[in-house]
Each structure stands twice: as C-alpha cells, then as structure tokens.
C-alpha cells in the first residue's frame, strides 16, 4: 500500500485549470478526449508500477466526478431545486475501472422539470457519448424512481449506494429516505431476493469458481459475491462499511482480511483485463490467461506452465472469496430470514446438538479442547441423514481451528478411523467430502490433497480443476447405487454393488490424480501417496496393494477401449493379463466410468460407453473361461462365418452366392464384424447391381457394443483417396467419425463401416429425409476424380487455435506383424481425418481400421495402417517421412 494519500498530479489533471479551458474552449470534445487519454495512460503506469489498487480505482472515480461536474456546468439548468445529477452503483461506491460503465442518474422533481429540461439533458448526454465515456444512464422524476425500486431489486440496490454530484440535495434525499427499509424492501425481503439473485447468477456462470474462463466480477467468488456481503450488511444493519460488521460480532477479523485481500486481487486482475483489452472484459479468456500470467511475474517450470501456477492461485482466492460468502450468507439467513423460527433442539452428546436440522458445537471451546471434534462433525453429518448440513456460526469455528489439524493430528488412530468411517457412511459420502474441502479440512488433514487445490491443466480437455475433478470422481461412484443411474450407467450400478469394500474406490478416487503438477507420471508417483494413506489408517496389505494398483492403472482401461482395437482377440487376453481377476475388473470399470464423467460431461456419449461394456465383457468371459486358455482365432472365425451362413440361407441364398460375396475378403473382417452385420453386408451387397455406384447404407447399431452410434456401410470400388474422401464428406455432414473399419474384398472393392454421431454426440435416428440426403451425398461424393478431395475451409475456432501445439506421432509395427500402428495426437480443428487420409494418399497406405478420440481440443487417434502390398511400413526412412509429412500437413493447417 502506498505510504502517502495516491492522487493524480496537476501535471496530468489540474482541476482548476481544466474547468477554466473548458468554459472557454468552442469545441469542448477535444479537450475533454485530451484529458482521459492524459489521465488514463498515467493511472495505467501507476498500475504497472504497483501503486495500491484501490488508490487507483478511486483516483479514477474522482478524476470523471471532476470531468461530468465540468460538463455539467456547461448547460443553464435554470432552477438548480429541479434537478440534479447523481452517481449510482460501483460508480456510486466512488469505485471505476478502466472501462467499468459510469451509472449515472439524472433526477428530476416533476414531469414540467423534465418538459423544460429535456433538450439540455439529451445534448449532455450526448456530450458524454462523444467523449467515448461508457454511460449507464436514466433520467427520473422521483416519483417513478420510487416505483422502479419498489418493483426492481437490482435498482433499489444501485440507489442505496448512490451519491450526488451536482444539483439539488434535496432530490437525493428525498429517494434515500422512499427507499429506507420501513418503506420497501425490508432486510428479509431484500435478503431473500439477493439471495435468489445471487443463486440466479452462479447458475449463469457454471455454479462453480473453477470454470476454464472464469468472471472475475460475476464467476462465483468474484467481486459481485464481495459486494452481496456488503449490501446485505448496509440494508441490515444500515452500516457504510464492512468494517463495521466486525463491531456487529459478524465478521472476524480474519474473515475481513480475507474479504480485504481478495477484492484487492480481483481489482488488479480486473483493471488488468481492461487495460489489456481496451474495453470492460471481466472474463479470464485464454486469450488473456498467458498474458496477465506474465504481467503478475509467473514463469513456466518442468512442472507446470506459468498460466497454470497462475490461475491455480487465482482459484484459490475465488474459492477463499467462495467459502466465505457461503458461511456468511448462511449467517444472514439464520439470522435475517430464520430468526424467528420456533426453535427444535436435540444433543447428540457433549460436544454436538442439532439446532433445526443442523448440526453446532454445543460450546465455542469444542474443536480447543478436543481437535478430533474436527472429523467427528462430518463423520455424524454423514452417518445422520437427518441433519442437513452445519450452522454458520459452528463452520466457521471449523475454519478458524484449521490449524489444529497437524502431524499428531493426522497420525492420530482415533481420527484415522473417522476418516475412514466417513468414507464407510451410507449417507451423502461425497457430500461430506465436498463440505470438508469447503471449510478448509480435507487439504489440513490430506496435505498432498491441500497441493492440488484450485490446480488447474491448461486446456480444453480437464473442465475441472484436479480437486473439484476428484470431488466429482466419488460424487459420480456414489450416484452409481442410485436407482435413476441404472439406465445411463448400467453396468456401474450393478458392478457397484458388489465390491466387497467399496470405500476403496473412493480411496482410489481421491488418489488417482493426487500427484498431477509434479512433472513425470502422476499414476506412478500417486502410488507413492496411497500407499502412505493406506499404511497411516492401517488397510491391510491386500486392500492397500488394491488400492495402489487401482492409482496406478486408472487410466488404462479407458486407454484400451478408445485406443486398441478390441475386436482383437489378443487385446482383450493382454488386458485380461493385467487385470488378473474379476475383482479389480469391478473396481477398474467402476473408476474409469467415473473418471470420464467427472473430466468433461461432454466425454460420455454413447461410444465411448459402448467400448467400455464391450472391453469389460470380453475380459470377463477370458477370465471366466481361464487366462490359461487362450483363444483360437481360427476357431472364432469360422463360428462367425458358420452363424452367418446359416442366417443367409435362411434367407434364401446359397453357400456358392454368399462366397460369391465374401470374395477374397481377409480374416480380419469376420474376426471384427459381428454375425448381424455380416448378414446385412452381404444381402445389401448380392442386391447391389450397379457397380459403378457405390452401395451405401445406414442403420441404428443393433449391436450392443455400439449402442446409440448410426452404423454407415460402403461398399465400393476401389480407390486410395477413398478414406480422404469419405472423412470430407461425413465433416460436411456434421458427422463425426468415432471408429472406422477398413476391409478390401480382394476382388477390386472395399468394404467400409463407419460408426458416426452428430455434433451433440447422439446418433442419427430414424430421420427418414435426414438419412436419405446423407446416402446421396457419400453416393456423389464418392464418385469425385481421385486426384482432388474437397476439404473443409471452416476456420479453426477461437479456443482451438489458443491451445495450438505441434503434431506428435508415432508409428510401430504391431506385435502380431500384420500390420502397422499410427498414433496421431493434435489439436482439433476441420477437415482433419481428411488431410491424414491425403498423407495416406501421397505415400500408398492402406487404412485397416481407425480409432477416433477427440479430449477437449485435441484429438489422440490411433490409424491401423499397411503397405499397398498389405503388409507393415518397416523401413525407418519412410516410416518418418511419413510422419513428417502428416505434421507438417496439420500443423501447417492449425493456424487457419
């Protein structure tokens, strides 16, 4: 804070000087511009020269009190009684921002006054639009004033804190008294509608503080979640100051450093997003994280890139701000909106009593005398499902005895065991974790939890933050044993209820990303803080090694099903291997769901939910039938083809035609489709006549491994650019590819099956004109010459091209030596399937099968390639020429 009172020197503004020009300048406009540039460039230099933010704000609320008084004198307004010219909201509070609008409220006694005065107000309004001044503005006589406030909330509020500055007093007066609270809005009525306001406004921006591109004046705990304290507190209690508050006993001290120190954050990182922007921008955009990272000294590290370290430490003062605002809302509603309820009290013992479903301390000295008190409190919340939630006063005892939770504390078996028995609790599980994250007690007791608080991954992939993602990671294994997650998480539900201890899942919850930010493998390293929290609450060694192994290869089975082909036979048996038994599949299955519904709502669609049922069945069928047995590949392919046979015939065809059909077509395909299929290909291709068209179909998926995905079947000639062409044309039709298979007939024609969702992730349906326009345009599009491919020239949205990286590939042979593996990750952006297909294209690769995975802003996919001879790309030379080229394609293409 600056030692000395902040003021703008007479250098940049004299105020003397600038009324006395101004009244003899012809043309005000001018000058006035000259002045806020002046004034405005200096007020930035003190900003990045850290002159205390709030000087700043002020000086800037003074500086445009003495611009709108110097405008203001420039008009006759004859009788001054008449009118007068008043500040409302921020500006009001003498609070202005670079670019902060100017509410300004021009009263007037009566409707002649406004007859008589209209032109000159309209001409200084005016005045102030072409000075380029951000004007909020409404012009009254007092009697409508009264009747707006009466009926709006957010105005009575705006004239509470108004101030006049230039006219009649009176005018202001007589408002201040019409709206005092024994006229309108009482304390409960106004409570209430803030409230209801303030729950309005967190739902609008996400109902979190961890949101990717955060409001720091509207997110919640941003400066509106400040300012709810304070208006609450002035209509209340008619108090000017927060400060005050501290004499009513309804504010610590320490709470109002905490409120103190967090506004001045969020002014600096506001008046930083004004000045960098040129306009009023309250929103952390991308595109601004990077740059006000550097503008408040954050480099980049092995760990973590500067703008994550950050905002991880802007997070943590928007949950700060959060936490508080909770507690002391929940204290005006007790206080304002509940104080007189009839009052139903029962002790739980001597340290807890419920007061009207809540729980409190029955002495302030509860957490002093006895800290395990601390935990004991969620463990009864838990335990209790009557008892909805803790009183204001007893949190906030919780928040201000944090500091009892030490190393004793931790290593301490009676509080090793409550923590356990929380996570033991049939009731409302992740909502005690969440509460004792709230109030400060789960990152004091889990230290390595306290680190990743507020810890944020710089993309579009992790919406959350790492503690708010694990918050959500147990909060979706507890919906799991809800009835109404049955239909949506089918196999979850059942699993769930039959772990033998099914708080080791949350255990393995609340580890598995414990170690992200520290550089290296995070699944490696959070083996090393599980196994320290299994061996301090004393889990045997058979649930520790569970639990560890569970932090270890959390993502694998998601890794597997989106990235390996699990058709494969030797897939399923080399995960089954890892796996080992039924049980840790259970609790392997159980996590990744959750995992993936707790890292982007948008990630779970019906495919990815179909790869998972369909990995999790095929490894319990090998680890039924015995992982010393292995599956015959030769015997899987005939019984496929046996089954399709026998539906074929009965359809009316012969062995010799269905042959006829299957041509020289290679084992994979009858290794990969399922019977169903094969019997709708071979009837719709025996039915095809005409060979220069080809035959496309679509069809609903049947098949439970891809339940809710639109199946589309090609059946055509030949061709290299046909997977360029075909990743085109599903683009142009908002379709998104999810899996591609690839067969060649060996008689000169392909057979392709795509299955595809569109851009809200849901299948096609049974749209008759829909699926008919989409088998028109494949047909046409197909039949473009093999030398041009129509690419998408949409242009890479915004968010897209902020977290443009370079290409990374890279390409084996796969361990069976029939054929190679691509791997392709990238950011997103259009056209892209199509532009590898034209690699593809350039060096004679054959595609076999494709595996399509878009996280967030990039994609991670998996091309399951040959030579034009059907065999593996070995040769090193061209096996990165190949991938030089596909990098240089996209990376060249992201910047569009």
């Known amino acids: 804070m600056s030692e000395q009172p902040f003021s703008i020197p007479a250098t940049v503004f004299d105020p003397e000087l600038f009324t006395q020009a101004l009244k ?47 405008c203001w004198q420039r008009f006759d307004w004859g009788d001054q009684h008449n009118i007068s010219l008043i500040a409302v909201g921020g500006y009001g509070r003498g609070e202005l921002h670079p670019h902060s609008d100017i509410d300004l409220l021009i009263l007037l006694k009566d409707e002649p006054a406004v007859t008589e005065l209209q032109q000159h107000i309209s001409d200084f309004i005016t005045l102030l639009w072409d000075i380029n001044l951000d004007i909020g503005h409404s012009v009254r006589i007092i009697d409508e004033c009264l009747q707006e406030a009466e009926k709006d909330i957010t105005v009575v509020t705006n004239l509470m804190e108004s101030r006049i500055l230039c006219g009649e007093a009176q005018l202001h007066n007589t408002i201040m008294t019409g709206i005092s609270t024994d006229k309108l809005w009482n304390s409960q009525q106004f409570f209430r509608a803030k409230w209801d306001e303030q729950i309005a406004r967190h739902q609008k921006h996400g109902n979190s503080e961890y949101v990717l591109e955060a409001n720091v004046k509207n997110s919640p705990g941003g400066l509106r979640d400040i300012q709810m304290i304070s208006w609450i507190a002035k209509r209340h209690f008619s108090i000017n100051k927060i400060e005050e508050l501290t004499e009513k006993g309804f504010l610590s001290t320490e709470e109002l450093d905490i409120l103190n120190r967090g506004m001045d954050f969020m002014w600096r990182m506001r008046y930083a997003l004004h000045m960098i922007t040129g306009r009023e921008e309250d929103r952390l955009l991308f595109d601004h994280q990077r740059t006000l990272a550097k503008m408040f000294g954050y480099d980049d590290d092995d760990a973590k890139m500067a703008v994550e370290r950050f905002m991880q430490y802007y997070y943590r003062w928007a949950l700060s701000l959060g936490e508080l605002n909770d507690v002391l809302m929940q204290h005006f509603d007790e206080t304002i909106l509940r104080a007189a309820e009839a009052e139903n009290i029962y002790k739980i013992n001597s340290r807890f009593q419920v007061r009207n479903g809540h729980i409190e301390v029955t002495d302030d000295n509860v957490f002093e005398n006895n800290p395990s008190a601390l935990l004991e409190i969620f463990e009864l919340m838990a335990q209790n499902p009557d008892i909805d939630g803790a009183r204001a006063s007893t949190i906030r005892l919780i928040r201000l005895s944090r500091h009892l939770i030490d190393d004793n504390f931790r290593s301490d078996p009676r509080n090793t065991r409550a923590f356990i028995e929380i996570l033991r609790s049939p009731h ?93 493998d995070h ?50 048996v ?30 779970w669609n019906s495919w990815r939910a179909s790869l998972l049922r369909q990995l999790y069945a095929e490894t319990k069928r090998v680890l039924r039938r015995g992982l010393e047995k292995p599956i015959d590949k030769a015997d899987w392919i005939r019984d496929t083809q046996n089954a399709a046979i026998e539906q074929l015939e009965n359809l009316g065809f012969t062995e010799d035609e269905i042959h006829e059909v299957w041509g020289k077509t290679g084992e994979d395909y009858f290794l990969r489709e399922k019977v169903n299929d094969i019997v709708w290909h071979t009837e719709a291709i025996s039915q095809h006549n005409d060979t220069d068209t080809p035959c496309v179909l679509l069809k609903e998926s049947s098949d439970l491994d891809f339940e809710g995905a639109t199946q589309i079947f090609i059946h055509a000639r030949h ?31 392909t057979l392709d099956t795509f299955y595809v969702l569109d851009n809200n992730g849901q299948p096609i349906g049974d749209d008759s004109n829909r699926i008919e326009q989409i088998k028109t345009f494949l047909i046409e599009h197909i039949k473009q010459t093999t030398d041009y491919i129509d690419f998408m020239q949409r242009r890479t949205p915004r968010k897209m091209r902020l977290f443009s990286v370079p290409t990374r590939t890279t390409l084996v042979t796969d361990s069976s030596g029939t054929h190679s593996i691509l791997e392709v990750i ?68 992201a910047a569009a």
Not at 484 to 500: F, I
Not at 592 to 601: E, K, L, Q, R, S
Not at 828 to 850: E, S, T, V
């Open 24 to 70: 003899s300048a012809k043309s005000p406009i001018p000058l006035l511009k000259k002045n806020i540039e002046r004034t405005t460039d200096f007020l930035h230099q003190q900003y990045q020269q850290g002159v205390y933010i709030r000087e700043l704000i002020w000086a800037r609320a003074s500086f445009i009190d003495q611009l709108l008084k110097a």
């Open 428 to 520: 409302k599980v992740a909502l005690q974790l969440r509460r004792m994250l709230r109030f400060g007690v789960l990152g004091k007791y889990l230290p390595e939890f306290g680190k990743i608080i507020g810890q944020m991954q710089h993309d579009l992939f992790h919406i959350y933050s790492v503690d708010a993602h694990i918050m959500e990671v147990v909060k979706n294994m507890r919906r799991f044993h809800y009835e109404e997650s049955q239909k949506k998480y089918p196999v979850a539900a059942r699993v769930v209820k039959r772990l033998p201890k099914v708080e080791l899942l949350y255990i393995a919850g609340l580890y598995h990303d414990i170690a992200k930010g520290r550089g290296g």
């Open 523 to 572: 699944s490696t390293l959070g083996i090393i803080d599980a196994r320290h929290f299994c061996e301090r609450h004393q889990l045997g060694k058979h649930d520790a090694n569970l639990v560890c192994w569970l932090v270890e290869h959390h993502l694998l089975m998601s890794s597997v099903a989106q990235r390996k082909d699990i058709s494969d036979p030797d897939v399923i």
């Open 574 to 603: 080399e995960f089954a291997q890892v796996v080992a038994d039924q049980t840790r599949l259970d609790y392997i299955y159980a996590l990744t769901v959750a995992d993936i519904n707790a890292t982007n709502p948008n990630l």
């Open 719 to 749: 061709q290299d650019t046909l997977f360029a062409l075909l990743a085109s044309g599903l683009e142009q039709l908002d379709l998104n590819i999810q899996d591609a298979r690839i067969y060649n007939s060996g008689t000169g024609f």
């Open 826 to 893: 990238t950011p997103d952006r259009p056209g892209l399937l199509a532009h590898i297909g034209k690699i593809f294209f350039d060096y004679n690769i054959q595609l076999q099968n494709a595996k399509i995975a878009t996280l967030g802003e990039r994609v991670e996919d998996v091309f399951f390639i040959t030579d034009q001879h059907q065999q593996p790309i070995e040769d090193p030379t061209l096996c990165a020429a190949i991938q030089a080229a596909i990098c240089k394609e996209l990376d060249e293409k």
